[in-house]
């Protein structure tokens, strides 16, 4: 198992700022993963964060946005950038089963998420 | 009974009542499938899990049921307690080139009433 710390838990921020969140990983993991979860919706993957490469974004999202560092095996950020309105969701970092990714079977482990509002 | 609500199909049960949730997925070659259960303010947590080469797997108190021919997975509860209470998601994975892909259900809202 894998336990997941993530700051902040919840912010309110102003359109047009920038707010980074923070993830923390018990165990050293080789990807990490973005979701983001809108209001009352499910989980959509943000981006895929590897040590030591770019990040691999999903379609519809991009870095400019979503700019993602990755400086080792435990911990990652997202920014979410130039923020309005709709980027208010919650924001969630993930990792698959540390003893299980390099077999690509296992489940993914979440944080308790960022909620962001934005006014 | 199960109605939709705004965005999220809820479920309504009396509690000690049995639960069923259901959810279909779109991907023939997904080959591994997840029930996470979410309460209000947290993450998603891992219930139950099943692969494809089963039909039904058993855990404490919940079952995870899976029919490939119609993609189709559910989740049932035994004597539902207000403690579970949540939104459930399934899950459904696959591996291509890049690794292994996780696709999430739209969420059933349960809701367990005295």
């Known amino acids: 198992s894998a336990v997941i710390s993530q700051k902040p838990s919840r912010d309110i921020c102003q359109r047009g700022t920038s707010l980074t969140i923070q993830c923390q990983v018990d165990?050293?993991?080789?990807?990490m993963f973005w979701y983001r979860q809108q209001p009352g919706q499910s989980l959509t993957l943000i981006a895929t964060?590897?040590?030591?490469?770019?990040?691999?974004?999903e379609s519809g999202f991009v870095i400019d946005k979503f700019p993602i560092s990755r400086p080792n095996l435990t911990f990652s950020t997202l920014t979410v950038s130039n923020m309005s309105p709709e980027d208010s969701s919650i924001y969630l970092c993930s990792v698959e089963d540390p003893q299980l990714a390099g077999l690509n079977t296992g489940e993914l482990f979440f944080g308790e998420g960022s909620r962001l509002t934005v006014l | 009974g199960e109605s939709v609500g705004l965005h999220l199909p809820t479920l309504s049960v009396q509690e000690g009542d049995n639960s069923i949730i259901n959810c279909a997925y779109s991907n023939s070659a997904s080959d591994y499938f997840i029930w996470y259960k979410q309460e209000s303010g947290k993450g998603p947590q891992f219930i139950i899990d099943i692969r494809s080469n089963m039909d039904k797997r058993q855990g404490q108190r919940v079952t995870v049921l899976l029919n490939k021919t119609v993609k189709h997975l559910s989740l049932q509860i035994a004597a539902t307690q207000p403690g579970d209470s949540a939104v459930y998601f399934c899950a459904e994975t696959f591996r291509d080139n890049y690794g292994q892909n996780f696709v999430f259900g739209p969420g059933t809202r349960l809701s367990v009433l005295p």
């Open positions: 165990s050293q993991v080789t990807m």
């Open positions: 964060a590897n040590q030591g490469s770019e990040a691999t974004y």
